[in-house]
């Protein structure tokens, strides 16, 4: 008897929906679908879907999920419980706060300086730099969410900034603004599968004087990037930082240069990173193929 072909849940968020702003999801489930499998795509948080009903369900453009993180992670145990869920929950919880940068940190990985107030706990002397630009945000956040930049002499703004923050539940990052990104950007390094599939480069996100609530654009400049191989090396590394040593099927390593010029990881992306496809059309084929692979 033949086998069926796997059923997959590619999983998004209401405001793509409405927006068609994930340029990659209708190209993924195009091209899942022609590589053998049944594909729908669904909000996380769709009411009545048996997600066991999947063989695979995929996290893609869940980018509601920093503002209501608590019932996110509920969700993705459930899901895992149910079915495959790709990043595994336990992978998704982890990834889901940027204090993971201490684990990474702590494993020897090089990565931005970074420091963490918590609801309650106020600047403090040395909390916030006081001889060079620096960044606040959040642990949980994406596309610049509650991020600005500020100089030295901001520090009142910050400091409301942080209180803003603290009243809404979340811990906040304070980070030395990384200089080179205004020269040399960000750089996005892709894995899928456990192989390195492609990257991409984009420019300075945060504008001086923007202010922190203001929505910004993710990914200015994109473009795509040959890596060097430092940045593979630390990439990889991150990679085999993560806890547990989990089999991930999508990972983005994003790095940024440090004062000496060596890459250092500014973000590990493995909840539900933008994978940049329409820029790397070859790339689509594999990540098909990968996907129905997982479902099987």
């Given at each position: 008897?033949a086998r069926?072909?796997?059923r997959i ?16 999801l ?8 022609k590589?053998?499998?049944d ?5 996380w ?7 066991g ?9 869940t980018?509601?999920?920093?503002w ?6 509920a969700?993705?145990?459930r ?5 495959e ?22 494993a020897?990985?090089?990565?931005v300086?970074?420091?963490?107030l ?11 730099p006081?001889d060079?630009?620096?960044v ?9 969410r ?9 520090r009142?703004k910050a400091?409301?900034h ?14 030395p603004?990384v ?18 599939l492609?990257a ?5 996100v945060?504008?001086?004087?923007t ?17 060097t ?18 089999e991930?099927l ?6 940024v240069?440090g ?5 250092r990881?500014?973000?590990l992306e ?9 820029l ?16 099987g």
């Amino acid at each position: 008897m033949a086998r069926s072909s796997p059923r997959i849940a590619l999983v998004t968020c209401q405001e793509v929906l409405a927006t068609g702003y994930d340029r990659d999801l209708s190209v993924l489930a195009d091209a899942v679908r022609k590589a053998g499998a049944d594909v729908v795509v669904l909000r996380w948080d769709e009411p009545g879907v048996e997600w066991g009903d999947f063989d695979l369900v995929l996290i893609r453009s869940t980018w509601d999920y920093t503002w209501r993180a608590a019932e996110f992670l509920a969700w993705a145990d459930r899901c895992g419980a149910a079915t495959e869920l790709a990043n595994p929950p336990e992978v998704v919880r982890w990834n889901a706060d940027k204090r993971y940068l201490r684990d990474l940190a702590a494993a020897g990985v090089p990565v931005v300086d970074t420091r963490y107030l918590a609801p309650g706990e106020s600047a403090g002397p040395g909390d916030l730099p006081e001889d060079r630009e620096y960044v606040v945000k959040p642990t949980s956040g994406a596309g610049a969410r509650y991020a600005a930049r500020y100089l030295p002499a901001d520090r009142e703004k910050a400091v409301r900034h942080l209180e803003r923050m603290h009243a809404e539940g979340l811990t906040a990052i304070v980070q030395p603004y990384v200089r080179s990104i205004d020269t040399a950007g960000e750089r996005a390094l892709q894995f899928f599968g456990g192989r390195f599939l492609h990257a991409s480069r984009k420019g300075a996100v945060l504008e001086p004087g923007t202010p922190f609530d203001d929505k910004k654009v993710a990914h200015p400049n994109l473009r795509a990037w040959q890596p060097t191989p430092a940045e593979l090396a630390v990439a990889e590394r991150a990679l085999a930082a993560v806890p547990g040593a989990p089999e991930l099927l999508y990972a983005r390593v994003d790095l940024v240069d440090g004062e000496d010029g060596a890459p250092r990881v500014m973000e590990l992306e493995l909840v539900e990173p933008n994978l940049f496809l329409f820029l790397h059309e070859d790339s689509v084929p594999v990540v098909a193929e990968a996907v129905v692979g997982a479902a099987g």
